[in-house]
């Protein structure tokens, strides 16, 4: 039967897939190099890592305000902003296409 056969053939690749892949990847690990630990070290800089305690309740409620403040203050200048408007005419479905190739806008650049 061609489709069993045809199964089988797949399998059979698939399986060949795993076993090269397995040897590839023995081949590379087996071909790694140690790394010298000073290099390695220098790599890597110690950072002092600060660690600064949580604001407090009023800390954090000024912040909020001074936010609240700063935002109110934008929002005033803040002008509304116009909608996007087309300026053309509405290209109907039956008429040519303005792009120039001669078709039908539907058949054209109207295709959905």
Not at 21 to 29: A, P, Q, S
Not at 69 to 91: D, L, M, T, W
Request: proline content about 6%; aromatic content about 8%.
């Amino acid at each position: 039967d061609p489709k069993v056969e045809y199964k089988r053939e797949g399998m059979r690749m698939y399986s060949d897939m795993w076993f090269a892949i397995g040897e590839r990847m023995t081949d590379l690990i087996f071909r790694m190099e140690a790394l010298d630990e000073g290099f390695v070290a220098s790599t890597w800089t110690e950072t002092n890592a600060e660690h600064r305690p949580p604001p407090s309740a009023s800390q954090m409620e000024q912040q909020q305000m001074s936010d609240l403040a700063a935002a109110e203050r934008a929002g005033a200048e803040e002008q509304k902003a116009e909608p996007i408007r087309n300026r053309e005419a509405k290209v109907g479905r039956n008429e040519p296409c303005p792009c120039g190739s001669g078709k039908k806008y539907k058949a054209c650049h109207g295709r959905r």
